[in-house]
């Protein structure tokens, strides 16, 4: 896939977006989020405080959660991107995708994806995580509808039930 | 009628999750309309300022702009809005009231080009003197915001509007009895001021609009809570008739009450216009914030009781900042004034609110206005009295609550809610009488909230020639679960699995009218409206199986898809194809609610009161002020809880609201400028501000005038929350009278309290 036209002053860069190679023309100032949304139609990254705070925009690069507002594009050239509509790729929704549902973790949805984006991380390093310590990991992604309890659940039922696939006894 | 597994009172998966967690759910900002411009908006920096000369010349000279629109181009318009008070001009026209209030515009090719060029516009300015506080516009000789006699606007609902002097934009009075001889011959009087801040909404999608216009009118995408309001104001300023605008809410990320009414809509559509294509504008934080927050406030109270404690009178003067225009400040000022008394029996209550204009951001509705701003001091000068006449504060509120039937206010709807059963639950829930561990207090609140704003929906259900239905309502999904709870309501109807019915969101071309969203009214009312239009359905397709079996409805009865008389069944599809004579055609059932219809419960105001019952366990750290919270405990009385689930979430959400409202949420102008513009500077509660323990206590006594006697919920939470924590400050000897309570603020008052690390001064009393 190839997005953006060339021009003075853009430059090429090549980075796989949720497992497919991308080639997109890109302004030098160009945030990874903007790139993301406006050019490659992505628009599960959502845009809210601009200052790397509320985690709306979060994706994964390189299976690290990074704030797309202040990212810049260039930066993730040569890189893997994950954004919330790669998680699901095959369209069987990822266990915590399923628990955010089931627990009623989700409201007006805005930072679902950064949100689930973000557990995501944890529950890479951390299988089975306590309600504690999804509570610290996601101290810097905000939502201010749910008060965070129904997605602590969320992500420590989505621990368990990937744990106990993942090592049956 | 109703299924094997009744749908209502289940916790049925929400019906937009599923988009919402793969991230298909479209927002107004995820749209692209072909052609569509980029908008940028060009801010005053001035509190209060003359606009001499603008000049854009050289903004619409760069290459990639389209269009600047100026005061200039709304000549021939009468270009003022406002719901309430049409004080409002488009973009400013000849002066500017606020820093922050939209100049001009810019419609680009890109975001980035529109930015570039609202550095090329040159504004010249002369600076007005400017009132940036309550108190310097109550001044005798404050400059004026606005001359003349305000004018209403389309739906201010506030009967004859006044004139009123200097920098009041609106006063709310009520009172009964003989208040002074109260006061002169009472046992116990409390007496105090207090400040209340302003809060910043964020609702985590700033405000985002497109508008086109075309051969059929004006199309807007928005993501405004009330779509038929904000049509109703378009269509006034631009001289439209109502079917020529057509407004569309994709999901909402977020509303709190931040995109009630008209907001960038007006703006964003005379750009488009100028253009000549569509264009969207998104807000920024930072100019989301200036758009909308919570009135700051001052207040003084004096509450008066018998030595043996009971309630005699309540006096109160309530002044808030409504900032440069009105927006919703006339109707928090009546919801402030209406929630000064408290839930309990007076002989004589004097209430005073006046909205006040001041050369800052306006101020609108944020998530149970009113009730937050005073419940809390209502509720602190009620354990006031307990203390004084030596009562326990849970015994005492039992002793005057109201109780169901009650006159709240005169003329209006009587205590439709157990209130005594309500805050003895909290209580249990935060262990009140157990014993308590140093420097932990307790206090409960409780208060009320006159909810349902007009009672006014309509829906429509179209049911499909295979059984499957659509439901048209208008109410905006912005994460309450609207969408959830009406095809619970149509389902149990109707007699159908719920994923065979499908709600639509508001496009007010198609989707019929629904008066807002908001005031934790869309259960109630526009969920009445859905049951009414789904029995509509259920009753057309009973006529239609009793004329083929030539049997009366009372002999039929629906389930599982089909009308059944005994064992013999007739699905919906054959019916709508005996119906028709062929294969196709549909039925539509229709459904309102309107002040008349019912119980007459919806013509005196309010359409039911909203509880705001809370709990708190608090602890505070004597060497920093710091205030820690252990257990927060809420009611949501309900009537009946459609889904469960989500009224808990509702519950949980508008907790935390309260709790950054009480202990750091605090929007803070110098000279009208806003200093914490920014959510690095403006602290929204995180994980890390959860209290260790919270109980949502879902009461359902079917009192409510919605379906199956359900009433709203989600407000209340947020007004008792401050005043559950101030009490429990109060049950360790700290009176605080300013929101919000900073850890410099509390070590102050502990300081005066004479509590120092590891000192505890026993209250007057403490029998718990």
């Not at chain 2, 009113?370 to 039992?398: M, N, Y």
């Not at chain 2, 208008?474 to 095809?487: A, H, I, K, N, Y």
């Not at chain 2, 006697?709 to 000897?733: H, M, R, S, Y």
Request: hydrophobic share 40%; glycine share 10%; aromatic share 6%.
């Amino acid at each position: 896939m190839e997005a953006g036209a060339p021009s003075p002053g853009r430059v090429r860069i090549a980075l796989t977006v949720n497992g497919r190679p991308v080639e997109v023309w890109i302004e030098p100032r160009e945030l990874l989020l903007d790139v993301l949304r406006d050019r490659l139609g992505l628009t599960g990254a959502k845009r809210s405080c601009d200052v790397q705070v509320c985690g709306a925009c979060t994706v994964l690069l390189d299976g690290q959660a990074v704030s797309a507002c202040c990212t810049l594009a260039y930066e993730a050239r040569g890189r893997r991107v994950l954004t919330i509509e790669g998680l699901a790729p095959d369209g069987r929704l990822h266990p915590l995708q399923e628990a955010f549902i089931e627990h009623a973790a989700v409201q007006c949805g805005f930072c679902t994806p950064g949100m689930i984006l973000t557990a995501a991380t944890l529950l890479d390093q951390v299988p089975a995580p306590t309600f504690e310590q999804v509570k610290a990991h996601l101290q810097g992604t905000l939502c201010r509808c749910t008060g965070y309890w129904k997605i602590i659940e969320a992500v420590v039922a989505a621990g368990r039930r990937m744990a106990s696939v993942e090592a049956p006894r | 009628m109703s299924m094997t597994r009744p749908i209502v009172g289940s916790p049925l998966r929400r019906v937009d999750a599923a988009e919402k967690v793969t991230g298909a759910a479209r927002y107004t900002g995820d749209l692209v309309v072909p052609g569509m411009l980029y908008g940028r908006v060009l801010r005053s920096p001035h509190a209060h300022a003359r606009i001499a000369r603008i000049d854009a010349a050289a903004a619409e000279r760069l290459p990639g702009v389209r269009a600047v629109l100026t005061g200039r181009d709304l000549e021939g318009l009468d270009a003022y809005y406002g719901h309430a008070i049409k004080d409002r001009p488009i973009i400013a026209l000849d002066r500017v009231r606020f820093a922050g209030e939209p100049v001009a515009a810019v419609a680009a090719d890109d975001e980035a080009t529109a930015e570039e060029a609202l550095l090329a516009i040159v504004v010249e300015y002369e600076a007005l003197p400017a009132a940036t506080t309550l108190d310097a516009a109550l001044a005798g000789d404050a400059p004026r915001l606005h001359e003349g006699p305000l004018r209403p606007g389309l739906f201010h609902g506030l009967g004859e509007l006044r004139r009123e002097e200097g920098n009041i934009c609106y006063h709310y009075r009520f009172a009964r009895g003989d208040p002074d001889r109260a006061f002169a011959d009472a046992g116990v009087v409390v007496d105090g001021e207090y400040t209340f801040p302003a809060v910043y909404q964020y609702a985590m999608e700033p405000h985002t609009v497109i508008a086109q216009w075309g051969s059929d009118g004006l199309t807007v995408w928005a993501c405004c809570q009330h779509p038929y309001l904000v049509r109703a104001e378009l269509a006034d300023l631009f001289r439209l008739p109502l079917s020529s605008v057509r407004i569309i809410v994709p999901y909402i990320g977020g509303g709190f009450g931040s995109k009630s009414y008209t907001k960038m809509e007006p703006v964003t559509a005379a750009l488009a216009r100028k253009a000549g294509r569509p264009v969207r504008i998104a807000n920024r934080i930072v100019e989301a914030m200036v758009t909308t927050r919570r009135h700051n406030m001052k207040c003084w109270m004096r509450t008066c009781s018998t030595r043996d404690g009971v309630v005699v009178a309540r006096q109160c003067r309530i002044w808030l900042d409504t900032g440069a225009y009105a927006d919703n400040g006339p109707r928090v000022a009546a919801t402030a004034g209406d929630a000064a008394p408290g839930p309990y029996r007076w002989r004589a209550v004097d209430v005073d609110a006046w909205a006040v204009y001041t050369n800052t951001p306006p101020a609108g509705s944020y998530r149970a206005f009113g009730a937050a701003h005073l419940s809390w001091i209502g509720e602190s000068q009620i354990d006031a009295l307990a203390r004084k006449t030596g009562l326990d504060p849970v015994e005492f509120r039992r002793r005057n609550l109201l109780r169901p039937g009650e006159e709240v206010r005169p003329g209006g709807k009587p205590l439709d809610a157990d209130l005594v059963g309500d805050v003895t639950k909290v209580a249990a829930a935060i262990g009140w009488g157990t014993p308590k561990a140093p420097l932990v207090g307790r206090g409960v609140s409780v208060g009320l909230l006159a909810a349902g704003a007009n009672p006014v929906s309509t829906a429509a259900m179209r049911l499909q020639a295979d059984g499957t239905a659509v439901l048209l309502v208008s109410t905006t999904e912005l994460g309450q679960g609207s969408r959830t709870v009406f095809t619970q309501i149509a389902a149990e109807e109707l007699a159908l699995p719920p994923d065979r019915i499908r709600v639509m969101g508001p496009d007010t071309h198609f989707t019929p009218y629904d008066r807002s969203t908001g005031a934790s009214r869309s259960t109630t009312l526009a969920g009445k409206a859905v049951q009414h239009a789904a029995v509509d359905l259920r009753e057309q397709l009973l006529d239609i199986a009793g004329g083929i079996w030539g049997l009366p409805r009372a002999a039929l009865s629906v389930r599982d898809g089909a009308v059944w008389h005994e064992t013999e069944a007739l699905s919906y599809p054959d019916l709508i194809r005996r119906h028709f004579g062929m294969v196709g055609g549909e039925l539509i059932g229709h459904g309102e609610v309107r002040p008349q219809r019912g119980t007459g419960s919806y013509a005196e105001g309010p359409v039911f009161w909203e509880v705001c019952v809370g709990g708190a366990e608090v602890q505070v750290d004597p060497s920093t002020g710091r205030v820690h919270v252990r257990r927060l405990a809420s009611v949501a009385d309900v009537g009946k809880a459609i889904n469960p689930q989500l009224v808990e979430a509702q519950d949980e959400g508008a907790t935390l609201q309260g709790l950054g409202n009480a202990l750091f949420e605090e929007m803070l102008f110098e000279n009208g400028h806003l200093v914490n513009a920014s959510l690095l500077e403006y602290h929204v509660p995180t994980t890390s501000d959860m209290p260790d323990e919270f109980h949502s206590i879902i009461v359902e006594n079917a009192d409510g005038p919605g379906p199956y006697g359900a009433k709203g919920v989600g407000e209340g939470a947020l007004a008792a929350v401050p005043a559950a924590i101030v009490n429990a400050l109060a049950d360790l000897g700290v009176e605080m009278r300013e929101l919000p309570l900073t850890p410099e603020r509390v070590w102050r008052r502990l300081q005066d309290a004479g509590i120092r690390t590891g000192e505890i001064r026993s209250p007057e009393i403490d029998r718990r």
